[in-house]
């Protein structure tokens, strides 16, 4: 059975999450995990899902965003979080090619307000949001 590019993507998102969780420690593991009442956004560009995940609102947790780029051309760019102050938390500059999902985490607090997923693609000056995420 061959399952939709969503369905891959999501399959993904959760072995990476189970990946990411065996090199965390056990202090911090407790906040690493998404869960089913966590926020998320995300917007297919066409080449690629853009997707914000944001642990629940007013403690300590994580924002991540992702980028799984299954079409076009290669690009040099990054994922960033834009928070609700406007402020823009970016990952290094990489090289984005197809069949690769490329993401970022932050541990912070997260407050009230609307963030979004960023996505610059630094090769053409382009950048990309998702819908904004209220919490």
């Known amino acids: ?7 891959r993507f ?3 998102f959760g072995l990476l999450s189970t990946f990411m969780l065996a090199f965390t420690s056990i202090a911090s593991a407790s906040s690493a995990a998404f869960t089913p009442e966590d926020k998320n956004s995300c917007v297919d560009l066409g080449n690629g899902y853009l997707c914000l995940y944001i642990s629940p609102v007013n403690q300590q947790g994580q924002i991540q965003v992702t980028y799984e780029k299954y079409g076009g051309n290669p690009f040099v760019g990054h994922v960033a979080w834009q928070n609700p102050s406007g402020s823009v938390f970016g990952s290094p500059d990489v090289a984005m090619s197809s069949h690769n999902i490329y993401s970022q985490m932050w541990p912070t607090w997260v407050g009230p307000g609307c963030n979004y997923g960023v996505l610059v693609n630094k090769s053409t000056g382009e950048t990309f949001k998702t819908p904004r995420l209220c919490v």
């Not at 059975?1 to 369905?7: D, E, G, I, P, Y």
């Open 10 to 12: 999501l399959a993904f």
């Open 1 to 7: 059975m061959k399952l939709s590019t969503r369905a």
